[in-house]
């Protein structure tokens, strides 16, 4: 899909776009509580091209690798990578959202919440059931208890520590941030 009359820079992130025909991948199913099996054809198996739109380069955001992996596994699906940037990717992100055309994949970032939450649809799953497999879903939950979308990428949201250094620091669970 492409955006017509939008100003941004792409990258040249690309699939083969090749008829793919193998349906079994020979991958395991993926989640514990909310599965996904990739083992099956995208698009019946006919070439397809989308885009994903991030503010981030092939440097800073690990879902350009995520990406590259996923046209391996899929080789007619084709990412076309759209960089943006954090500036003006506020005002262009919720007008192709809008429109018809908008990018299939893109990022959110929590400080937008509000500004893109209109244009997601509920996700048709309990939250608890979500938070197995992702521990943050309930921060997207909507004013009726409905899940918009889940984070797939995590930058800041969790925070990990060597619980040995921690305990030779004279910390306990109690001093654990939690918020």
Known sequence: MSIVGLAACSSGTTGS???????????????????????????DGK????????????????????????????PNVTIKTVNVSW?????????????KNGPAVFNIHNSYDALIRPYAADYDIDTKALETDYSTASVHEDENGKVKYVDSVINTGNIYYNKTL???AGLTDADIPTT
Do not use: C, F, R
């Open 17 to 43: 776009g090749a008829t793919d025909t193998k349906a079994d991948k020979g991958l395991d199913v993926m989640g514990k509580t909310i599965t996904y099996d990739p083992n099956h054809l995208v698009n």
């Open 47 to 74: 070439p397809i091209q989308i885009e994903y739109w991030s503010w981030g380069s092939k440097g800073t955001d690990p879902v350009y690798k995520m990406i590259e992996s996923y046209m391996k596994i899929y």
């Open 87 to 99: 500036d003006d990717y506020w005002t262009k992100l919720p007008l192709a959202l809008k429109g």
């Open 166 to 168: 921690w305990k030779e």
